[in-house]
């Protein structure tokens, strides 16, 4: 059984940082693309960032881009989002995933196998 728990949502003020975490148990972690997606109240999910397996490859949003990085440990079976400048643009729920592909650090929700339950950020102005 697949489990991605995350944490490390909460509270911040407009320019703060806030570092997400996904820990994942029941698969072969490091054998899988990794991603972030968000869902803000009344909105579509969006994809936010992929990391490949090994973590030498990311891939960002354009709203992102530049503010957030996606990391991985292999050895603790975690990814990581770190959410710098943030905007109250960035308020949702974020969602890690496990890809299905090992290659491709797709950006369509449905191309993920497994989701986490997500963790509330907001981003006060």
């Known amino acids: 059984q697949v489990q991605l728990v995350e944490s490390g949502g909460g509270l911040v003020q407009a320019g703060g940082s806030l570092r997400l975490s996904c820990a994942a148990s029941g698969q072969t972690f490091s054998n899988y693309v990794m991603g972030w997606f968000r869902q803000a109240p009344g909105k579509e999910r969006e994809f936010v960032a992929a990391i490949s397996r090994s973590g030498g490859s990311t891939r960002y949003s354009d709203s992102v881009k530049g503010r957030f990085t996606i990391s991985r440990d292999n050895a603790k079976n975690t990814v990581y989002l770190q959410m710098n400048s943030l905007k109250p643009e960035d308020t949702a729920v974020y969602y890690c995933?496990?890809?299905?592909?090992?290659?491709?650090?797709?950006?369509?929700?449905?191309?993920?196998?497994?989701w986490g339950q997500g963790t509330q950020v907001t981003v006060s102005s």
């Open positions: 995933a496990i890809g299905g592909s090992q290659y491709v650090l797709s950006a369509q929700s449905w191309q993920y196998q497994y």
